[in-house]
Structure formats: structure tokens, C-alpha cells
């Protein structure tokens, strides 16, 4: 058995009026592994159960795209060391929530959030899409710290050509 497989048996997909949640079952401390994140199927497209790991490559997460999405997150998805970790406490039997746009910059389905968090963002469509004062309040992949600080430069190359 692999470790990836050991550690999905200490998780559990609930379903509820059609939506999926994943649950533990067991407890977890700050920091800790939970789970490894599947690789074994990269594509260079998004879709709902791929998670982006780098600029242009995601990965099929399997029984992790149950993992929905909260502003006020309980696990990081760690895609440089492809590890769930645990960003507080977690007892048994919580739902495990991330926060999409730390793995994703450009979302291929966004959404509304009902998260209900005072920090809630609104609307999920990726990192690309918000505020450098909300993202600094999250962990972010390097893949997103890259992508926004392309971003960045892009804007000031815009922004010298328009004063040219």
C-alpha cells in the first residue's frame, strides 16, 4: 500500500442534497501531513478535480476534490512539498476546507462563496482576481507568488508604455 493510500483511508467523503464534503477521521495537529496529493495524473488544463500545482499544470486530486473551499481554511495544500497540512487544529469528524485561490489562479468553473467567514472574498475565481491585501492573509503556493508577481511586472511594462 502506498502512503498516499494509507492516508486517504483517514478520510472520508460525506454526501449531502448531491454535494460532497471530506471529512477525517481522525484528529490532527497544526502542521500536521495529512495526506499527499495525488501526481500521478498532470494535465495542462484545469477542471473541478484537478488542483493547479504549477503554471500551467494541475493535477487530478481523486478523493480530494471533495476538498471544498473556505476563506477561513483548516488545511493548506502544500503543491511544492504535494502535501495536505493541517493549518490548525482539526478533531475527527471536521469537514476540511482550503483556500482555492491559493493553488489556483485562474478558476475554470468560479463561484459565489457561502462560506460565511468575515473575511469571505465572495466570489472564487482565483487568485488572479483579488486584492495583494486579501492574498497576504493566506498561504500561497510559490506557483501563485510567481504568477502574481508576473503579473505585477506585466503592469508596470503596460503602464511605461502608455506614458511613452
Same mark, same amino acid.
Given at each position: 500500500?502506498? @502512503?498516499? +493510500?494509507? @492516508?486517504?483511508?483517514?478520510?472520508? !467523503?460525506?454526501?449531502?442534497?448531491?454535494?460532497?464534503?471530506?471529512?477525517?477521521?481522525?484528529?490532527?495537529?497544526?502542521?500536521?501531513?495529512?495526506?499527499?496529493?495525488?501526481?500521478?495524473?498532470?494535465?495542462?488544463?484545469?477542471?473541478?478535480?484537478?488542483?493547479?500545482?504549477?503554471?500551467?499544470?494541475? @493535477?487530478? %486530486?481523486?478523493?480530494?476534490?471533495?476538498?471544498?473551499?473556505?476563506?477561513?481554511?483548516? %488545511?493548506?495544500?502544500? @503543491?511544492?512539498?504535494?502535501?495536505?497540512?493541517? +493549518?490548525?487544529? !482539526?478533531?475527527?469528524?471536521?469537514?476540511?476546507?482550503?483556500?482555492?485561490?491559493?493553488? /489556483?489562479?485562474?478558476?475554470?468553473?468560479?463561484?459565489?462563496?457561502?462560506?460565511?467567514?468575515?473575511?469571505?472574498?465572495? %466570489?472564487? +475565481?482565483?487568485?488572479?482576481?483579488?486584492?495583494?491585501?486579501?492574498? /497576504?492573509?493566506?498561504?500561497?503556493?510559490?506557483?501563485?507568488?510567481?504568477?502574481?508577481? /508576473?503579473?505585477?511586472?506585466?503592469?508596470?511594462?503596460?503602464?511605461?508604455?502608455?506614458?511613452?
Amino acid at each position: 500500500m502506498t @502512503t498516499t +493510500a494509507a @492516508t486517504m483511508d483517514k478520510l472520508t !467523503i460525506k454526501t449531502e442534497n448531491k454535494f460532497r464534503t471530506l471529512a477525517t477521521k481522525q484528529n490532527y495537529k497544526k502542521g500536521e501531513v495529512i495526506s499527499a496529493i495525488p501526481s500521478e495524473d498532470v494535465r495542462d488544463h484545469p477542471n473541478r478535480y484537478t488542483v493547479q500545482i504549477g503554471h500551467d499544470k494541475h @493535477t487530478h %486530486v481523486g478523493k480530494l476534490a471533495a476538498l471544498n473551499h473556505s476563506c477561513d481554511p483548516n %488545511v493548506i495544500l502544500d @503543491t511544492e512539498n504535494m502535501e495536505m497540512v493541517a +493549518a490548525r487544529d !482539526i478533531e475527527k469528524g471536521e469537514e476540511l476546507f482550503f483556500f482555492y485561490p491559493s493553488t /489556483e489562479w485562474q478558476m475554470d468553473a468560479p463561484f459565489i462563496c457561502l462560506c460565511g467567514s468575515a473575511n469571505c472574498i465572495n %466570489v472564487v +475565481a482565483g487568485a488572479r482576481f483579488l486584492p495583494l491585501s486579501t492574498l /497576504e492573509r493566506h498561504y500561497l503556493n510559490p506557483h501563485i507568488r510567481d504568477l502574481m508577481i /508576473e503579473l505585477l511586472k506585466n503592469t508596470k511594462n503596460n503602464l511605461k508604455k502608455i506614458k511613452s
